[in-house]
């Protein structure tokens, strides 16, 4: 285990240096630069400014003076366009807000999907079964912008019982303050993720069903709380791990439309607005926020395989 860890942790260090060599010169790549919108702008300011940014120097200088500060201080520079403020600043104003409620809206989803997906695959072809898999259905073909308008009719416009929108955070309210401007955004965001996981949790637990030992295990008596727990769900949870590890990720990072219509001041929407803006810094901080999140659920779902599957080992 230790020689695994070990290896794995200097393949992800590879793995990061990759994705910010390829993601800084990709994005220089892009035609015009963070002042390139100010059309007015004076010669002599622009000049400046490129000067105080090191805009001016050649690329590889610019390159090799980000990875200094990167590597040794950890600082991801300042932000282009908001002025007074570094990356590391906004990352951590803004990318907490993200990961709270793509953290809530996972293991919402892991709880419902799993759920619905174990009572869909012990009801085959009954009412359970059509009825957890047409909301699986639902859940993956209506888009985002589609499901946060209508949560919105239905619990702000029409009940009148949670905000339209906008953020609180615990400080200002409480915890207790803050569950009504969770809620919408939380299921809207998990519902997509949920409709995946009872469709793999299904599919799991039918694949194992079949399988002879479960057989050998009916016949010995066992009872069937111990045969659904002990034998079934282990190893069909399995696939559910395997996705969770990247969907945590993608949760976190695709809660953009999400933030966006409800006005939430999170990561997904800083991302975007920097992406408009050539914040090349911003942008940078951002990719190698969500590269290291990605590296690290991926190496946790490689843990937690070696508990779930007794045929998997390492050296």
Do not use: C
């Not at 015009?32 to 007015?40: A, H, I, T």
């Not at 009872?198 to 694949?207: C, E, I, L, V, Y």
């Amino acid at each position: 285990m230790l020689k695994f860890i070990v290896r794995r942790f200097f393949s992800s260090i590879i793995t990061i240096f990759v994705i910010i060599t390829v993601a800084y010169f990709l994005i220089r790549a892009v035609p015009g630069d963070p002042f390139s919108s100010e059309k007015n702008m004076p010669k002599e300011i622009r000049e400046n400014l490129n000067r105080k940014f090191h805009l001016d120097q050649p690329l590889y200088k610019q390159y090799f003076m980000y990875l200094n500060n990167l590597v040794f201080h950890f600082d991801f520079g300042p932000s282009f366009r908001s002025r007074g403020f570094s990356v590391n600043d906004l990352i951590k104003q803004y990318f907490p807000v993200s990961l709270l409620i793509g953290s809530l809206a996972m293991i919402i989803a892991v709880i419902l999907g799993v759920s619905f997906g174990m009572i869909s695959a012990l009801n085959q072809n009954k009412f359970g079964d059509y009825f957890f898999m047409s909301y699986a259905i639902l859940g993956i073909s209506v888009p985002m912008f589609v499901i946060v308008p209508i949560f919105l009719l239905i619990f702000s416009i029409g009940l009148k019982i949670l905000p339209v929108g906008g953020w609180k955070r615990a400080s200002d309210v409480g915890i207790i303050g803050m569950i009504p401007y969770l809620i919408i955004p939380i299921f809207s965001l998990s519902l997509p993720y949920t409709a995946y996981i009872t469709r793999m949790t299904k599919a799991g637990m039918m694949d194992i069903i079949r399988k002879d030992f479960v057989t050998t295990a009916r016949a010995k008596g066992l009872k069937n709380s111990t045969i659904l727990f002990r034998h079934i769900m282990k190893g069909s949870i399995i696939p559910v791990v395997s996705y969770v590890g990247p969907a945590f990720a993608g949760i976190v990072t695709g809660s953009v439309v999400v933030e966006q219509i409800l006005g939430i001041p999170g990561m997904g929407r800083v991302f975007v607005q920097a992406a408009f803006n050539r914040d090349y810094s911003l942008v940078m901080g951002d990719v190698i926020t969500y590269s290291l999140l990605i590296i690290v659920m991926n190496f946790v779902v490689d843990i937690l395989y070696g508990f779930l599957d007794p045929r998997v080992k390492y050296s």
